[in-house]
Nanobody
Framework: QVQLVESGGGSVQAGGSLRLSCAVS????????MAWFRQAPGKKREGVAC???????TYADSVKGRFTISQDNAKNTLYLQMNSMRPEDAAMYYC???????????????????WGQGTQVTVSS
């Protein structure tokens, strides 16, 4: 059974940084991919970043150059380092994993099978 648990959310001022973590258990797909999504109130869930099993990464245009996705295979943990944060980055952030390789619609939520419960991020201006 795949389980994902996010942590690291909180409140930050615009221009600040946060690092989100996602502890993953039961995930054994050596060719799969993992991703971060976010959803603000009244908005659709959007893909933020994806990382493949080989370390290839993909980012939404809105976060390129500011956010970095990474994974620590020894710790079974996925990370999202968020720098130069903006008020529009405020949302509930979710991690997700799937069997599919990173290059198959990496930021489409419908392509992901397993989700965490989310961690809230607030950015004040």
């Amino acid at each position: 059974q795949v389980q994902l648990v996010e942590s690291g959310g909180g409140s930050v001022q615009a221009g600040g940084s946060l690092r989100l973590s996602c502890a993953v258990s039961g995930y054994t797909y050596s060719t799969g991919s993992m991703a971060w999504f976010r959803q603000a109130p009244g908005k659709k869930r959007e893909g933020v970043a994806c990382i493949g099993s080989g370390g290839t990464t993909t980012y939404a245009d809105s976060v390129k150059g500011r956010f970095t996705i990474s994974q620590d295979n020894a710790k079974n943990t996925l990370y999202l380092q968020m720098n130069s944060m903006r008020p529009e980055d405020a949302a509930m952030y979710y991690c997700a994993v799937r069997k599919l390789a990173w290059w198959l619609e990496p930021l489409e939520s419908e392509r992901y099978n397993y989700w965490g419960q989310g961690t809230q991020v607030t950015v004040s201006s």
